[in-house]
T-cell receptor, first 114, second 115 residues
Framework: DTGVSQNPRHKITKRGQNVTFRCDPI?????LYWYRQTLGQGPEFLTY????????KSRLLSDRFSAERPKGSFSTLEIQRTEQGDSAMYLC????????????FGPGTRLLVL | AQKVTQAQTEISVVEKEDVTLDCVYE???????LFWYKQPPSGELVFLIR??????QNEISGRYSWNFQKSTSSFNFTITASQVVDSAVYFC????????????FGSGTKLNVKP
């Protein structure tokens, strides 16, 4: 049974660079979510997809952030012109499609912007 | 306003002690779900339990038990006979009928179990 996977697990970049993270959900799950977690805090919702459609975006997702799920399977989260404040753990989760579902999380991508 | 409050930032216990992690939530919806997740040092959030607002029965799973009280808007988590492997950060989360897909997490409680 394969869980949610995320790549890379760690990313160090310089301010101003672009970064892209990938998330592969549990295979039978239609919904995919992105969260951001800063040190000492709980995860904060960023966005979610139902299949390939992005149905909600948080105000936390500035214009520099874009997420895609082109074929309704894996998803990518891109951050353009990274800032030091973008340093965080980026978590991906997936769930089934029957009403209120439990979200299952991946191991996260830890981003450090220097 | 914070929808989920975990007032205990960090708790330290000695192995075999019982420990209770508190969670207080706030919502206007009558239908909602509450969750607990465990986050070990590796970083992955591990699902522990889900409870809907219409089911106030307490639940026990091995050494874990959960006490849901709507009257006090609390969903507390007790670990009996704690073990070193229980050391982790524990998060309580809420999803509401208005949007089940958006989880609201508390700030977490770091549990240190010492041998």
């Amino acid at each position: 049974d394969t869980g949610v996977s995320q790549n890379p697990r760690h990313k160090i970049t310089k301010r101003g660079q672009n970064v892209t993270f990938r998330c592969d959900p549990i295979s039978e799950h239609n919904r995919l979510y992105w969260y951001r977690q800063t040190l000492g805090q709980g995860p904060e919702f960023l966005t979610y997809f139902q299949n390939e459609a992005q149905l909600e975006k948080s105000r936390l997702l500035s214009d520099r952030f874009s997420a895609e799920r082109p074929k309704g399977s894996f998803s990518t989260l891109e951050i353009q012109r990274t800032e030091q404040g973008d340093s965080a753990m980026y978590l991906c989760a997936s769930s089934g499609n029957r009403g209120a579902e439990t979200q299952y999380f991946g191991p996260g991508t830890r981003l450090l912007v220097l | 306003a914070q929808k989920v409050t975990q007032a205990q930032t960090e708790i330290s216990v000695v192995e075999k002690e019982d420990v209770t992690l508190d969670c207080v939530y706030e919502t206007r919806d009558t239908t909602y779900y509450l969750f607990w997740y465990k986050q070990p040092p590796s970083g992955e959030l591990v699902f522990l339990i889900r409870r809907n607002s219409f089911d106030e029965q307490n639940e026990i799973s091995g050494r874990y038990s959960w006490n849901f009280q709507k009257s006090t808007s609390s969903f507390n988590f007790t670990i009996t006979a704690s073990q070193v492997v229980d050391s982790a950060v524990y998060f309580c989360a809420l999803s509401e009928a208005g949007n089940f897909n958006k989880f609201y997490f508390g700030s977490g409680t770091k549990l240190n179990v010492k041998p």
